[in-house]
């Protein structure tokens, strides 16, 4: 990971550079030079990533994660995505079991959500950057009040999109969509996670949140981009 941050020339951009000279910025990107000068390894290597391949005008669909993978080669800077190459985690797992069983397609051949993000879902993870094999080491930094503010900004754009709202730390952003008063469709279930996958209230299996999505912006006109 290079620092100072490089904040993506999209439409995002003026959210991150008032995040970014705020306080709380300061002090996040201050901790990560602390951080990688004491020899700590950070994923991913492009914390901004889903911001750059990702443009606010371009974003139909919004899929909230928490904390990117800790693991070495895993996070890629969009929320449940893994290279190529790299097996599938089991929440990534049971994200494409529930598309097979909603919209019948295969799985695919790679974890990489790429081509999501370019065809315009939002992959988006509450906390960007994270140490080699410790889980949430960056949570509650400032990484929160850029990705409140992102998710605010997103809904308070008046496009139609889809939130999908997995798992209680998911939810819990609801209300800032909700006072956008934009009339955004937001889903929720439980995080695909095989420890509540299956369980209620609301199981992931089972959830038909992609058919519901695709369905609801096909009606608005905001449907997936057709392939050349």
């Known amino acids: 990971m290079k620092l100072p941050l490089e904040i993506p020339d999209t439409d995002w951009r003026p959210v991150v550079e008032d995040w970014a000279a705020s306080p709380v910025g ?4 201050a901790y ?6 004491a020899g700590a390894t950070i994923y991913p290597p492009e914390p901004l990533r889903a911001l750059r391949l990702t443009p606010l005008a371009g974003t ?3 899929i909230l994660g928490q904390d990117p993978y800790h693991g070495p080669g895993q996070a890629e800077g969009l929320s449940f995505s893994v290279p190529e190459g790299v097996p599938f985690p089991p929440s990534l797992r049971n994200i494409f079991k529930e598309i097979q069983r909603d919209l019948g397609k295969p799985f695919p051949p790679t974890g990489s959500l790429v081509r999501w993000a370019e065809g315009g879902t939002l992959l988006l993870n509450a906390v960007l950057t994270v140490e080699d094999g410790q889980a949430a080491s960056h949570a509650n930094r ?3 009040a850029l990705t409140d503010a992102l998710i605010k900004a997103a809904a308070e754009d008046a496009a139609p999109k ?3 709202l997995w798992g209680a730390y998911a939810q819990a952003k609801a209300p800032l969509i909700e006072a ?3 009339g955004h469709l937001v889903l929720k279930a439980n995080h695909p996670s095989p420890l509540s996958a299956l369980k209620p209230p609301r199981p992931f299996i089972g959830c038909g949140h992609f058919s519901t999505a695709k369905a609801w912006l096909e009606e608005r006109g905001r449907g997936a981009p057709r392939k050349a």
């Open 162 to 164: 889809v939130f999908m």
């Open 142 to 144: 400032g990484w929160e």
């Open 32 to 37: 990560l030079a602390e951080r990688q000068a």
């Open 60 to 62: 139909r669909v919004v």
């Open 26 to 29: 300061q002090k996040l990107q």
């Open 180 to 182: 956008a008063r934009q």
